[in-house]
Structure formats: C-alpha cells, structure tokens
C-alpha cells in the first residue's frame, strides 16, 4: 500500500523529533571489571572464511555484472578459498587462545549443509561438530548463527526470503542442525542483520539477487522476522534451555539537515521502519514498516518474546537525505569530519552510538544483550587500537546504567571476503596475506588482549 507523505505529518515529525542524546560521560569514568563468564569474542560468518562456498547465492553473485558491466564485486573479486579456515581451523582456535578470547562466534552454511532441498549432508554437519569439538576442548564458548547472508542455490531458485513458505524452509534446517549439536552449542542466533540482508538484497542491490524495489525490500524484511520466530519455535522444543537470539543491525540515523523536514522524515521513519520495527516485532510480535510514499505494511504473528537474548551489530551513524525528484530518492551519507574519525568503509567512527543503541534495545526489553559484531576496517592499523578501547569504554557505562550486557565480539578474528567490497576492506584482530594465508597479529589488536587479561575476574 501506497501514500503521499502529507505536510501535516512532516509538521507532527518535525515537532517530535529529538536528535540531541545526553553527552557521553568520560571513558575513564566508569571502568568496570567484568565477570569471568562474560563472553570476550570474535565474530566470522561461513561464506567469509571458510572457503569453497560455490552453491550458494553469493557464488554466484560474485560472476554478475551491473548494467554498464562492471563486476557487482569491487575488482571482481571472488571469496573463492577466502581465509581457508574449513581447513585451518585447529590453528585459528589457537589464534584466539592466544588473544584470550573465550568465545567464538561463528555461522553454519547452509548450502553446504543442505546442497539440494531435503537432502542433507551429515558430513559437514560432522565438520562442524568437530569444529565446536575443539572449541571446547579450548574453553572457547561456540555460539551459532544459522543464517548470515547465504542461501542455497536451490533456495535462491524458489524465490528465497520473498517466497512465502520460506520461513518454514528454513525452521526446517534450523531444526535438523540444532538436533544435531544441541549438546554442545549453548547460544544459537536464527539470522544475522535482517534489515541489511532485505534492504541490500532487495532496495540497493548491493547484496544479491540485486534487485531495487522497495515493496520486496519490506516483504523480505517480514519474511526473515518470520522465519526466526518460527525457528525460536521450533529450537525451544527441542531443548528449551538453549539460548536463542537474533543478530540485530543498529545503525543511528540522523537527518543529513537537520533543518529540512523532508530529512527529519526520511531519517525517523527509517529508524522507525528498520530498528524499532525489529525489535517491536521480537518483543510483541507485531511487524509494522511505514515509509511514506514508498511502502507500508504489518501484520501480527500472535507470538511475543521470540527471543532469550538479543545480539546487537553496530558499527556507526548515518546521515539520511530525501530528494523525491531523484532516481533514487533516499540516501545515506557520512557526517563530514577529518579522516581520523573515517574508518577504510568511509564510516563515521561514533562510539555514542554504541551507547544509543543499547538504550535503545533496553528501551524495549531488560533482556541480555551481546555485541556480536562491532568492529573497524582499518588495513593501517592506526585506529583500531583506540575504537576497541573506545567502544568497551561505552559498555562499562551501559553496565553502570544497569543495562544486562554479557559478552563483547569483535568483528571480525580475521581478515575476509568483506561482501561486495571483496578483500578491499581489513577488518581483522589478525591480518591475513592471501597467497600464503599467513596470519599476523595487529598492534592495535593487542588493547583487546590486554582489556581482557586486566579487566575479567577469576579467569
């Protein structure tokens, strides 16, 4: 459904916005020490490092060109055996040891799992048992995302998260992998960043299959909400003491003028249409996306509280600009400030943000929160020292607020096939040389190390 977005309304946002948040307290004012069973992690996804991913949608992907024919992938790169970690995982697990590290985020591909409809491959699923296996054995606590941007191929064919029997497609698999390693992984998240997964993949064309139609973007966006709720269904009754989370996307979005009403507009009804309709729908069940002029849907599941834990991805703010005589009329842009505040994506780097965020998600639910992605592309190694200081400092302030964080990932253990980017962007605690897959670790990673080794309890 379609509509105009009237002055009255423009009149009423305008009036309502507040884009001024209480100043940030000092960093050094509110250092904390963290229990010894808060998770100190990483974060890595399937198609980024293992390698050999070439039945999903992104393999293919990685071979399509835009209409001028340039390479949808920066340089037309492709993952190809990306980090090799399906091989090298044993000295990875090492590698994290090493940083002090006691979880490992981490996702399971689906493709490789189930390579045609209905039929699955017990070996892999005994890979990834011996992945966690050794995870164990090292005391590193596994947590488990199901999806992280990739579907099968045959997935893809159906139409993928636009399909309407795509959420029980995927309970299905959720089923049979969490069947299979209920004993061992104690945190499952069901989907990784729906809003980016939708609005890439179906408005921007960015991600695959590459379409612009913001109808689709929403229709996605329901879709995926679904499909976790009917995971989280489906995850609890095979063993309700699993915790069982979404990987949420928070960017904080401001009107790139903040004097132009149709800015303040655009800004609101996206942080409305993508963060609050989120985590409304994990709280009540309820999804509702208005963006006037573009799109409007909602619907009801009759299904609350689909979650034990919510896992928060920030990485920075965007500026929101609506020109409606564009082609395309809403976008995104960065504040202007020196590079020294820029990370290699062009991202603002923000840590109030962090903070805003996790108000944010504790505005809607007292339940736990885990940073399962936060993280800098930085190949100079100048800034990251100072941005995992800056960010941590951010979580010792919500803890003081009384905000139930437990456990902090950084994005990402290594360098890796950074999506449409290709290898273009570092954002590794280690960086990898791809021709001899030599890790090295990063100076500025070492602020993690030396945070962890002074700052947790009873290790």
Known sequence: MRHPLSLAMLVFIVAGCHWNEKPASSPQETAVMYPKDFLWGSSTSSHQVEGYCTNNNWSEFESAVDDSGRPKILGGQRSGPACDQWNRYPADIRLMKDLGLNAYRFSVEWSKIEPAEGTFDEAVLDHYEAVIDSLLVNRIVPMVTLHHFTNPIWFERKGGFLHDDAPRMFARFAEHVVTRLQTKVPFWITINEPSVYAING????EFPPGRKNYDEAIRVLGNLLRAHSDAYGSIKSINPALQVGLAVNIFIFEPYQRWNPLDIAAAYFTHRGLNNATLRFLTEGVFEAT???????SFSTGRGGTFDFIGLNYYTRFLIHLNPLSKNPVSHRTRETSTDQLTDMGWEIYPDGL??????????TARPIYI????????????RG????????????AITEGIDVRGYFYWSLLDNFEWAFGYARRFGLYSVDFTTQKRTLREGSMTLRDIIRARTLER
């Open 202 to 205: 179906y408005a921007t064309g």
């Open 291 to 297: 963006f006037p002029g573009f799109v409007s849907t």
């Open 355 to 364: 903070a805003r965020a996790l108000r944010l998600i504790h505005s809607f």
């Open 372 to 383: 399962t992605e936060n993280g800098i592309a930085d190949e100079k190694d100048s800034k």
């Open 386 to 397: 100072a941005f995992i200081r800056d960010h941590i400092a951010v979580i010792d302030r």
